[in-house]
């Protein structure tokens, strides 16, 4: 049977990332403590009200196994038990004073063998691979443990951007409406004309990223006395955590800020999702029209929305 490339590539880099882990766990496997043991050692101490059970949980060890560490721990006088204070047969492990200097001295010679490892690398080349790893991470685990705490947004351009905008839009309405590759050059006329007339003071695109990516937009352009809203998309991955809220309660509160009388955007019959949420945002239909898109004919519809005085 013929294995799969990625397969035989993923065990590649597992077979890599095996030798190296070894390489940056030689420290502690030349204490008096084994990986397990400091694996436990440190959810313990960066833990509330750690029980054996939430341990098994988070460190997927078997009940038997994670017993015998906890006691050798006991004997090595680093951890304690203490009694639960509203159920006195339920018990907390705690880190003594000296398990904390044990761990304290452990990370110290762990970052310093890290240090070693990254330190040919160039600034550039240290942030990539720790994208690089939070990508790994977060694809293994579909982005479930990813919060708006872990997603920056801004609004400063830089060189590229525009690019991966145009990239984004491509791939995602390709996947999600199947629009051809005119659509792609579609985008790319009107971020040209946004850029020919970009006014610093009335215009804005926020970005939010993600380890470095771009994971989703939103713009305002001036149109004299109102604003439109524009390219305003989520990567898939991204959804349901409540950033596109976040991205357009910051293009609203802009327009009032800069005096907006009013908000408009257009859109198509097929993006319904998008139609749903404008209306629970008191976006109001103005106009309709059938239109002549890259394929096919589509209705297209204007909302608008009046700002607060």
Not at 172 to 200: R, W
Not at 236 to 248: E, H, W
């Amino acid at each position: 049977m013929k294995e799969n490339r990625n397969v035989t590539a993923i065990r590649k880099f597992s077979r890599f990332y095996t030798n190296l882990l070894g390489l940056l766990d030689q420290y502690i496997l030349e204490s008096k403590f084994s990986l397990s043991q400091v694996r436990v050692l440190h959810e313990i101490g960066t833990s509330d009200n750690c029980t054996p059970t939430k341990l098994s949980e988070i460190l997927c060890l078997d009940a038997g196994y994670l017993s015998r560490i906890l006691k050798q721990l006991e004997k090595a006088k680093v951890i304690e038990r203490k009694s639960s204070p509203e159920d006195g047969r339920s018990y907390f492990l705690h880190m003594t004073d000296y398990g904390r200097e044990v761990i304290t001295a452990l990370h110290s010679c762990s970052n310093t063998q890290i240090n070693k490892l990254i330190e040919p690398l160039s600034k550039s080349q240290q942030s990539q691979l720790v994208q690089s790893m939070s990508v790994i991470e977060n694809l293994l685990t579909s982005n479930k443990n990813t919060t708006l705490d872990d997603i920056t947004i801004r609004h400063k351009l830089m060189s590229g951007d525009i690019g991966s905008l145009i990239h984004m839009h491509g791939w995602i309405y390709n996947k999600e409406c199947h629009y051809p590759l005119a659509f792609e050059g579609y985008v790319s006329e009107t971020f040209h004309q946004f850029m020919e007339n970009y006014d610093e003071d009335k215009d804005r695109i926020w970005l939010a990223e993600h380890n470095g990516k771009i994971i989703g937009s939103i713009g305002i352009v001036k149109h004299a006395d109102k604003a439109q809203l524009r390219w305003f998309l989520l990567d898939p991955d991204y959804r349901s955590i409540g950033l596109g809220k976040k991205l357009i309660s910051k293009a609203l509160n802009y327009c009032k800020q800069k005096k907006y009388f009013s908000v408009f955007l257009t859109t198509t019959e097929d993006q319904q999702q998008a139609i749903s949420m404008y209306k629970k945002l008191g976006f109001v239909r103005t106009l309709e029209r059938e239109i002549q898109t890259w394929e096919n004919r589509l209705m297209e519809y204007t909302f608008e929305l009046e700002l607060d005085k």
